[in-house]
């Protein structure tokens, strides 16, 4: 069984920073894709930023400059730095991870979310 546990979120001021992290844990051959993804109330779940296995990394328009993506392979850990937040930035964040399992199948992963809220 894996598991993606999420942590970080809270509340914030406009301008601020929030970190989060994202940790995939279980019987796991080998962690590819990971990213992160929001979902503000009323609204569709969106891309934010992804990073591959080798550290190439793509980010949405809307936090490009702002929010960074980073990965620690060993820890099979995720990793968003969010800079100058604004309150169109508040939405719950999704960990998403694609893990090879040891029996060598694929699949996708999503996190429980985390909620930032970034006040004006």
């Known amino acids: 069984q894996v598991q993606l546990v999420e942590s970080g979120g809270g509340l914030v001021q406009a301008g601020g920073s929030l970190r989060l992290s994202c940790a995939a844990s279980g019987i796991i051959f080998s962690v590819n894709d990971m990213g992160w993804y929001r979902q503000a109330p009323g609204k569709q779940r969106e891309l934010v930023a992804t990073?591959?296995?080798?550290?190439?990394?793509n980010y949405a328009d809307s936090v490009k400059g702002r929010f960074t993506i980073s990965r620690d392979n060993a820890k099979n850990t995720v990793y968003l730095q969010m800079n100058s937040l604004k309150p169109e930035d508040t939405a719950v964040y999704y960990c998403n991870a694609h893990i090879t399992l040891v029996v060598l199948t694929t699949q996708g992963y999503w996190g429980q979310g985390t909620q930032v809220t970034v006040s004006s």
């Open positions: 990073v591959t296995s080798g550290g190439s990394t």
